[in-house]
């Protein structure tokens, strides 16, 4: 079956310090990934994309995240997180349609 | 370029009563997607429109449930008669051509008391 894992519902972190979100999925063929974020009052916004080639992709607002194949994973970084990225992070599989996981929402600390 | 919209942003009804949201994807987009997010759970997508015609609407709930796409433009999501359950957020996104990527629209929350 297809599906999106984000395991971690509430993640909190300093304003300074780094970010790991995690992303697991489950899909039979070639994953075309995404991970969008939304911002209080906000629509959901593109933060990056992977679809094939380098692994490590970039992002907007200084995120990147690393498609392993073999941990079926897409964790989502950023080296040190500002104030502003307090939203909630949606990590996603493109089949014919979006499938999402059930987010993670960021708290920052000053 | 205009981004989605969607209308209403906020919507509070009686259970039983019916309501329309609107979306209005990118201009060119032939592709239009309609995805909700019941509170506490996954956004989850409702269906999907390729110009006029629904291409995959095996996310309806159920036939409480009509959407249409008028000439392949503005899309309309009706919900009659609504249900306490039917409250969320519903998110349109469009896309070009065969292109995987998403634009999504602000979102309507629909709450039903």
């Known amino acids: 079956a297809q599906s999106v894992t984000q395991p971690d519902i509430h993640i909190t972190v300093s304003e300074g310090a780094s970010l790991e979100l995690r992303c697991n999925y489950s899909y039979g063929a070639t994953p075309y990934l995404f991970w969008y974020v939304q911002s209080p009052g906000q629509g959901l916004q593109l933060l990056l994309k992977y679809f094939s080639g380098d692994t490590l992709v970039q992002g907007i607002k200084g995120f990147e995240a690393e498609f392993k194949r073999s941990q079926s994973s897409f964790n989502l970084r950023k080296p040190s997180v500002h104030w502003s990225d307090a939203a909630e992070y949606f990590c996603a599989l493109f089949t014919d349609k979006l499938i999402f996981g059930t987010g993670t929402r960021l708290q920052v600390f000053p | 370029e205009a981004g989605v919209t969607q209308f209403p942003s906020h919507s509070v009804i009686e259970k039983g009563q019916t309501v329309t949201l609107r979306c209005d994807p990118i201009s060119g987009h032939d592709n239009l997607y309609w995805y909700r997010r019941v509170m506490g759970k996954e956004i989850k997508f409702l269906l999907h429109?390729?110009?006029?015609?629904?291409?995959?609407e095996s996310g309806m709930p159920n036939n409480r449930f009509l959407a249409e796409r008028t000439g392949g433009t503005y899309s309309t999501l009706k919900v009659q008669p609504a249900e306490l359950e039917d409250s969320g957020v519903y998110f349109c996104?469009?896309?070009?051509?065969?292109?995987?990527?998403?634009?999504f629209g602000p979102g309507t929350r629909l709450t039903v008391t």
């Open positions: 996104a469009s896309s070009q051509g065969h292109s995987y990527e998403q634009y």
């Open positions: 429109f390729v110009k006029e015609s629904k291409q995959d």
